[in-house]
T-cell receptor, first 116, second 111 residues
Framework: DVKVTQSSRYLVKRTGEKVFLECVQD?????MFWYRQDPGLGLRLIYF???????EKGDIPEGYSVSREKKERFSLILESASTNQTSMYLC???????????????FGSGTQLSVL | QKEVEQNSGPLSVPEGAIASLNCTYS??????FFWYRQYSGKSPELIMF????GDKEDGRFTAQLNKASQYVSLLIRDSQPSDSATYLC???????????FGQGTILTVHP
């Protein structure tokens, strides 16, 4: 089975701190994604990466950056955490097997981040 | 801004009934559509996908797609309490597997 592992289940940080959220997948997937999930807003894409060292902005990239130095690892960075970044963060991966199969996302268990 | 809108919930149905979840999308370039189920405190898991107009059935689940109306739906027959979850509709078909999600519909199936 595909496994997507997020380093922390719960995280509490203070405003202004630099925050790193780590995600590792073990299925050699090319594509990796960071979403945030807020009540009533669904999942919103922050950044995604389709290859090592490649990254693309999603719908809400402001205040975030990402790093993908190795294929299996995709990190989300909050340069200076703010209270409006309190949210559930979900990492996902997929592989472009061709057609619709490439869009099947495998999600990690999520990191609930609270910024105080 | 590409949008996916789901019918507002929460939706409550009795056990054994048909639950109907609806979704509309704004981007006519979307080619593929997905339904994810998310139990409380858990991550989303894919339960259905569809990319051709019409119906697609898998067990108690039927996905319906009408591209002309930009409408997607999920029917759950013989609903069970274990179906109680948030259902997320997503649209894709662009490069790199990027999906746009709706806000989710909370379904409760009561005994």
């Amino acid at each position: 089975d595909v496994k997507v592992t997020q380093s922390s289940r719960y995280l509490v940080k203070r405003t202004g701190e630099k925050v790193f959220l780590e995600c590792v997948q073990d299925m050699d997937h090319e594509n990796m994604f960071w979403y945030r999930q807020d009540p009533g807003l669904g999942l919103r894409l922050i950044y995604f990466s389709y290859d090592v060292k490649m990254k693309e902005k999603g719908d809400i990239p402001e205040g975030y950056s990402v790093s993908r130095e190795k294929k299996e690892r995709f990190s989300l960075i909050l340069e200076s955490a703010s209270t409006n970044q309190t949210s559930m963060y979900l990492c996902a991966s997929s592989t472009p097997e061709g057609g619709i199969l490439g869009e099947k996302l495998f999600f990690g268990s999520g990191t609930q981040l609270s910024v105080l | 801004q590409k949008e996916v809108e789901q019918n507002s919930g929460p939706l409550s149905v009795p056990e054994g009934a048909i639950a109907s979840l609806n979704c509309t999308y704004s981007d006519r370039g979307s080619q593929s559509f997905f339904w994810y189920r998310q139990y409380s405190g858990k991550s989303p898991e894919l339960i259905m996908f569809i990319y051709s107009n019409g119906d697609k059935e898998d067990g108690r689940f039927t996905a319906q797609l009408n591209k002309a109306s930009q409408y997607v739906s999920l029917l759950i027959r013989d609903s069970q309490p274990s179906d109680s979850a948030t259902y997320l509709c997503a649209a894709g078909g662009t490069s790199y597997g990027k999906l746009t999600f709706g806000q989710g519909t909370i379904l409760t199936v009561h005994p």
